[in-house]
């Protein structure tokens, strides 16, 4: 009786226990892809029972009481917590975690936390490179990162972007350091897909200094995108096409405008007019209509990214088709690459990982910046002329540089093609705890097949494009370079307060190139088609043929140690020493040290956080750089001079060598010294993120040719040049200001708003040997329009001020004399002043008449998602800058601005257009009659998509679809009457001056991304 009491007892109980657990099962998906997630930890909270998602995203979790509550957590996503409450099944969507997955920031031969940065840092994630899907990646940066100015060479199909970081520091290479997934990159970021990067972070301060003499010019470190651990095969396919066009058509004369204009330049001139029956003008020919088009560009990327425990993998391939919008027959880009990566722990001590980019480029182009560019032509050939005129004789004369551009482009042939094989291996070894070396080999293989062909023609009679023979132009170059790291990095915490990461390592750096070329004439039938050295049967002068070879070598030395104590108070040092082959034994080696320091004032007990402030960093940074971009070997001589000597009884003439470029032994590095304090905020549960640095960078000893030298140096000879000697300092300073603030209102809508400010003051503080340095271009035999010179930003412009317009011959009278500029002044002609006060105007009295050199450039970025909407706008602003109008010829017969027709007919008529004439005048002299405001506000990118449900893609095995619509360069405010605000030739002294610049296209784009 007692045996079936207990009996009936424990099964009563056992029934009750077992009433309150249950098997549950389920998956586990991202939720934005919809793709199971491998390797999710599902726990049991407040317990140890628990597993993780197997391949396809499922768990099971047996005996599970049914009010415990489940924790599902995995690297990259949000932490999810959800109450069992009886429920046996769970389809568990996590959503990605920007935040974690941002917080680390690539810092060169490591990395770092966010919150530990000491340095002053900007960071382009992959959501910004994909709302932009730039062509060039480089775009990326235009308006996203505080202090990065980012200018197009040219709107040409393929054309590389200049990147200055905190402005122009030398007279000489003012590049960043591209590094590519850890190794140098010296490749345009034009060959890289930007579908293929995952971040950019830009080094702009002394933190920089790891990198040591290739880090003066700022740091841009590229990480490319990898497959993640414990997830299966991810299908991705993105396209779009897009159609092109210019954003802007100048205002020009059209052929009555042109034909009244013409005539009264001769009439004012007492010449006959060239005009004289105006009905018989048969031809309005609209020239930059014939030469613009509208072409498409396509792009078709396809990637498969994936991973197990301990393997990550990435494959990925493309192909860029564009178009350009002047001659997209002669004038286009086709770049294909195709990249692997592969991340694996061969043992839980042992990591080894690879990437390989291969890139083919190959490219067409024309005339497109610069005195006789096809828009060059384009916009000073007169209307008048048919456009099937190629050969401009029994017309009106244009001078000997202005030719049809249709027949220019009809006879441009060229060929432009290279490959280049990217990479890098690294092993990663943890041989004791704590302790991990690391070893890399990064390397960059190019080859570039160059092909030009001039066909013989004849534009007009003394035209300087005529070809009385054609020539075919060959080109081959190879280079190679490899960068090998080994470094120990040490991490360690002391007394659970003190975390020390110790980093010390080695760089051998190689880069070696050599080329061939040669010309030959008679290429058969006048044809592209035969063009090529063995079909060509010319003789004489114009066979020429030539080589070269380059040598390139550094060894470096390099250790960084940083503290972080109580977690609050953050201490780095680097030192690093390099040696460089492009200077002489006394001067090959350097030491460059920095410090960092930041305090996170939060962690304070007595600021500590609040609703309103969540995170408060002070920081600081000082440290020196070197830059050793000269040419090679300068601290020697070297005969690649030209002389003729006199040998024999018969005194003949035989041509050879002479010393070139005069040596300087005592060349050595340019230092540059930098000075960053910062502050970040983050406010309003971390909603809103303020980052403010001011910063002052001096760049010593600059490197810079032809300092003037005595003539008993030889230095007039043929192929001879003063030499580059130490002899400079530039001081660059100025505020940042980031504002970010981003918002998850609800599940349904969330948006983002980002704004940066950046300001910078540049000065020339120092020449020695030389009043000022001189460059760029202004006209045909016009003095050089820029300079360097104390006291003033370097590449100001240097010209005439002007004062109005004379309108009476009184005034011309009363005013100081003009005639010693070549002509004497009359009512209707610019009034210069006379800067030096001597009593006549005189090229002695140029003065600063601007400078390219923006005051302040800004960004304004917003995001949107609603649903399954989203929208993106990009937009930047440059503010202070001038730029100089260069691209009408000074001939007198050219077509004009129809600011012309403003000109000066009588007193009171104008006071800002002079008169025309085809008699000599001043007028065309460089004045800041041709300096204009660059100040503009571009909306780089706006962009809407739609994603369709995730519900309904998975009848038809898919996991995310989006369709999208894009506008690139949809709209430019400026004041500028040129093609784009943007044209310079990039050049620190000559920059800012638009020869003729080919405009950057507007594009509408239509996009599809899928993923399987």
Known sequence: MIKNFLLTTFCFFSLCVFSQVRDIEGSVADKESGMPLLGVNVIVEGTSQ????????????????????????????????IKGAGQTQFDVKLESDTEALDDVVVIGYGSSSKRKITGSVSTVNSQSIQDLEPINAATALQGTSAGVSVTPQSGAPGAE????????STNGNSSPLIILNGAQYDGGLNSINPQDIESITILKDAQAAIYGSIGANGVVLIETKRGERNQSAVVSYNTY???????????????????????EKYAN?????????LSQINNNTDWQGQVFETPTVISNNVSIRGGSENTDYSFSASHLDQGGIVAPDKSNFKRTTASISLNTDV?????????????????????????????????????????????????????????NPLAQINNTFNDFESNRLSGSFKAELEYVKDFKLTARYGFNSSKLNNREFFPEFNFGNGKVFNRPFNQVNLNQQDFYDYTFDLFNTIEKTFFDDLDVNFTLGTTVFRAHGEGLFASRTGVPRNSFQFADLDTAIGVGDNQTNGSFVSEFRRLSYFSRVEFSYLDRYLLSGIIRRDTSSNFGPNNASAWFPSVTAGWIMTEEDFIGTSDFINFAKLRGSYGQLGNDQIGNFLFLSRLNGEATYVFGEDQSLTEGQALGPLANPNVKWEISTKLDLGLDLEFLNRDLRVTFDYYRNEREDLLIPSIPTSGIFGTSAPGSLAPTINAGTVVNKGIELSLNYSKEVNDDFSFSVNYNLSTVDNEVTQINGAPFLEGGQFSVGQLPPSRMEVGLPIGYFYGLKTDGIFQS??????HPSQALLGATARPGDIRFVDVNGDGAITQDDRTYI?????????GFNLSFNYKNFDFSAYSFANLGSEIVRNFERDQVNVNMLSRRLDRWTGPGTSTTEPRVSAGATANKLFSDYFVEDGSFLRIQTISFGYSLPTEALKTVGLTSVKIYAKVDNAFTFTEYSGYDPTASTGAPIGGGIDLGFYPLPRTYTLGLNVKL
Not at 850 to 858: E, F, L, Q, R, S
């Open 50 to 81: 628990g597993t993780t998602t197997d391949f396809d995203g499922n768990f099971i979790l047996p005996s599970v009481q049914e009010d415990a509550t489940l924790v599902f957590s995995y690297l990259g996503f949000k932490t999810l917590k």
């Open 161 to 168: 972007s200049n990147i200055r970081i905190r402005g122009v």
């Open 241 to 263: 096409v897009g159609l092109q066009e210019t954003t802007r058509e100048l205002s020009l004369l059209n052929a009555n405008e042109y034909v009244l204009l013409t005539n």
């Open 269 to 277: 001139a007492g010449l006959d007019l060239p005009y004289t029956n």
């Open 347 to 403: 043992r839980d001590f042992l990591n080894v990982s690879a990437n390989v980019f291969f890139t083919n480029n190959r490219s067409q182009g024309i005339n497109s910046f610069g005195l006789g560019s096809v828009l060059f032509n384009a916009i000073n050939i007169a209307p008048v002329i048919s456009r099937n005129q190629n050969n401009l004789d029994g017309t009106i004369d244009l001078g000997n540089e202005v030719v």
């Open 809 to 814: 011959q009184a005034e011309v009278e009363a």
């Open 850 to 858: 601007g400078d390219p050199i923006p005051d302040v450039t800004m």
